[in-house]
């Protein structure tokens, strides 16, 4: 979630990176909601201290000087009662905001907002040339049986596949890898949960504006994780970190769950676009500073 202050200092800046995913409105209407919750706290807070000190005071008075404190306790609660509800509906309406704004991009991102747009940063190697049709993974491990997805489809519907046999071995040996070379670097492994709360999937920024991929149970009100970076983040949640710790380097190992809603036609068949895969996710708490680097 983005820091309020942050924006109150330099709105300039937010309003140029949010005007690159075209939302750049959004800066004044936080501002607006934020000026008001400001101006009401204050408000609040100096109502709380007068009802305070009136009613210590009420104690120790006597006569005409108690009655007339008793009223003034009387007349700053009722002005209370009408702007708490305020004050708190003003926070609601400034936390749904900052929850629906993303980040601002990094400078060296591309401008635009399609895969056309995406810029090539390296290439290493190149494809091989076959001289015959190739056939694709799907065909390949349907020939080899080590994929299915007609029993995939049939047991929990579409966009599910069935691992068997050889490519199991082949998975977790790629899982071993990338953990191996991950702790070589100082990442500590984790097999983290994949139910999480939903303040988990709000402070991750998969919520609410993501909810349409998320799988969620009903009655526990917990949701399937689309990567081990929700529960890693979620690890230190309402944790002050000491800063001689950072950073924090974690490599999650889990099952993700993704509905992925919208993108039919996009890379789908076989291993791609799939509702449920294993995956190795890096993760690291560092300071603002160096996340460029730790990056």
Known sequence: MLDVKAIREDPELFRRGLARRDLAPAVDRILELDERRRKLTARVEELRAAQNRASK??????GD??????AEVSS??????GLEPELAE???ALAAVLAETPNIPHESAPEGFTDEDAVEVRRRGEPPAFGFEPRDHVALGELLGILDTERGARTSGSRFVYLLGD????QFALVRHALDILAAKGFTPFIPPVLVREEAMYGTGFL????VNIYVTTEDGL???GTSEVPLAAYRMGEILDESDLPMRYAGYSTCFRREAGTYGKDMGGMFRVHQFDKVEMFSFARPEDSW???
């Open 90 to 92: 003003a926070e609601a």
């Open 57 to 62: 005071a009420i104690g120790r008075a006597q």
């Open 223 to 225: 949701y399937l994780a």
């Open 65 to 70: 000087e108690k009655q007339a404190l008793i």
């Open 76 to 81: 700053v609660s009722a002005e209370l009662n």
């Open 293 to 295: 680097d730790e990056h």
């Open 208 to 211: 609410p504006t993501d909810e």
């Open 167 to 170: 490519i199991v071995y082949v």
